[in-house]
């Protein structure tokens, strides 16, 4: 169509992350530029299904008889690559939203990661929601001709050199859809070769499930691997599969491919990323398994199909028990998605518990990488605790150091004596061997948890028991060692019971009870804490969440004596000669303990006294 009077031109600027993005883009990735068509088909592959989308929930498009499909085509004279589909296509609204102006919540992260890498990593673009603006590394100029599906919609051109912003003008009539074409720098001319595009296409893009045409011939085959039998699908295949619905670039580190009939008809396949998104400054990553019905995609990124906590997992799902005109919104909370994320997660967890028994080298990487989800699940999700609890895995007094054991492994260690299974909270594993609360099980024999990750805390209160025994706090254990007073050079009962009470004289209000211990071997004293449902962990996690200058919560320790421990015989004879440095000698030793439990609010307070004490021995 063409008109006498010129078409208005809009200027716009990017918006300043994207153009902070653009500038890297254009000037520093000059390796792996070739994911650029990958990214680009990959827009095109998600137009078409969301057309898909719109059509099957009602929705009349333009040109309604065309189907989704996406060509691209090669001019080695101009030096351009042109990509075009048929799908949704964008409206103004949407290109100056999409492409330039809002910014999704990846472009910082991708940021910040090109920022860290010493090599930066251009081929994740993708997997953070900014894959379109990988076409600057190959490009001096990109045009945007695009027609969205609204019947009454018009024609748009966007054009952009990538810095100073883009230009849109109106465009006249346009086939629905969306045709990019790209202008090549001048060293990426490589990218105008028909060769060069047909191995790109093949390499990246075999699964898109909408023909792909090159200069006019068909490259593709549609395949939907979930639905052909196990036994004829290639390593390599899958991996491909994934990296393409995963949008990652390296293998998968777990993959699970699997039918079942009952209760539900289900082909499933389903893959664990090598490397947990969430913990690279990506924020809450949301699940990317696409629910089918008889390979028509129903919904991509479906919500509900498998709990929050296993939010990491990439795949599809394909029920033909759904019905096909089925929409998002109804999706949301029918029984029948309850049943098939009942199904689906039993299915997953079982997946795992195998995996940890037949490839526990494996398991240890994806444990390694994602318990946190796993402890998420015990956490918030009754239904599955049980079976979540066996797959996680801790360090213990058993294991060598930096080995883990499962909850079933240290329950058939138990000695036929012991009813409860300990664990301790510690920063790390030398703390928890030199800790007062570690010394009675030391002697008994009994194993410990040695709880690294604040989270722990949290899961064994939800957790409470473990096929049928108590978890408990170590330092909340009843245990004892027999009468500490019977030992050698030890007080004696009553000398102990004296002493006892005359530090909680000393100490006052600062401390709950005072009493004898039964568990101490090597330390003078511990502290426990007087609240039945405090641990000095527990302590610990509050402390690290108040902000600064906020009081600390009144707390009440009561202290444990060791009867047989030289402080405690000669603090009990100095008491009865000096009682004002006994005294002194008192609050040292409480203080000292609850340094040891990781829990004296500021240590700065006690070093008066302990330099005050210091110099009452160096003047002896
Ligand atoms: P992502 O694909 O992860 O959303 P991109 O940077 O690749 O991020 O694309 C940004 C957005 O631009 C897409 O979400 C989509 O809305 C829009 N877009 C890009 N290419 C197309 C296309 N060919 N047809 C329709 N919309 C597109
Ligand atoms: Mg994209």
New binding site residues.
Partial sequence: MSTNNEPPVEKHHFQAEIQQLLNIVIHSLYTDREIFVR?LI???A??CEKLRFVQASGTAVFQPDVAAGISLTTDEAAGTLTIT?T????SHG?LVE??GTIA?SGTKAFLKQLAEDRKPDATLI?QF?????SAFMAAHKVTVF?RSRDVDGAGWQWTSEGVGGYEIVPAGELPRG?K?VVELKEDAKDFAKPDTLERLIKRYSSFVPFPIELNGKRLNTVQALWARSKSEIKDEEYNEFYQFIGHDHTAPLLRLHFNADAPLAIQSLLFVPARNFETMGMGRIESEVNLYCRKVLIQAKAKGLFPEWLRFLKGVVDSEDLPLNISRETMQDTTLLQKLNKVLTGRFLKFLSEQADLHPETYEKFYAEYQKFLKEGIVTDFTHREALAKLIRYESSSTDPGKQASLTDYVKRMPEDQKEIYFLMVPNRAAAESSPYFEVFRERKYEVLFLQDPWDEFVMEHLHEFEGKPLKSAEKAELNLGDATKKEGALSEDSAKTLAQWIKESLGDRVGDVRVSQRLVDSPAVVVEADKYMTSSMRRILKSMRKEGEAAPPEKQDLEINPAHPIMTRLDAMRQKDGELAAEVAAQVFDNARVAAGILEDPRTMLNRLNQLLEKVLTK
């Fill in positions: 990214e990959s827009n095109a998600d137009a589909d799908g949704v296509g964008m949407e999409n492409l999704h993708g929601g900014v894959g379109f603006y695009s969306t990019i």
